[in-house]
């Protein structure tokens, strides 16, 4: 009874900040890679982030390098993606995702259970 569920999204305006949070049951979180994916319309899902066991961060996409931050609360067995200085380019769903094992990396089918989803939508 793997589940993973986002929430945090919503409508900002530009330059605004978002946390987003993957809270995670079934598993330990912290014994996994969980990744961040994001897809807006009529794009492929790209891989955004992802946090492994070491507590490694990775940041895939260069836009938001600086910007956004992945972390974890153990406690709570939740991941989280923190957003600043938005743009409309962060316009997307944005899933969260638990890898097979502890490798992180962007390619969704090394990851075997995904959250609904989030809406995230950055506009004046």
């Known amino acids: 009874q793997v589940q993973l569920v986002e929430s945090g999204g919503g409508l900002v305006q530009p330059g605004g900040s978002l946390r987003l949070s993957c809270a995670a049951s079934?598993?330990?979180?912290?014994?996994?890679?969980i990744g961040w994916f994001r897809q807006a319309p009529g794009q492929e899902r790209e891989g955004v982030s992802c946090?492994?066991?070491?507590?490694?961060?990775?940041y895939y996409v260069d836009s938001v390098k600086g910007r956004f931050t992945i972390s974890r609360d153990n406690a709570n067995n939740t991941v989280y993606l923190s957003m600043n200085s938005l743009k409309p380019e962060d316009t997307a769903v944005y899933y969260c995702?638990?890898?097979?094992?502890?490798?992180?990396?962007?390619?969704?089918?090394?990851?075997?259970?995904w959250g609904q989803g989030t809406q995230v939508t950055i506009a004046s």
């Open positions: 995702a638990k890898g097979s094992s502890w490798r992180c990396d962007t390619v969704p089918v090394n990851f075997d259970s």
């Open positions: 079934g598993f330990t979180a912290a014994n996994y890679a």
């Open positions: 946090i492994n066991r070491l507590n490694l961060k990775w």
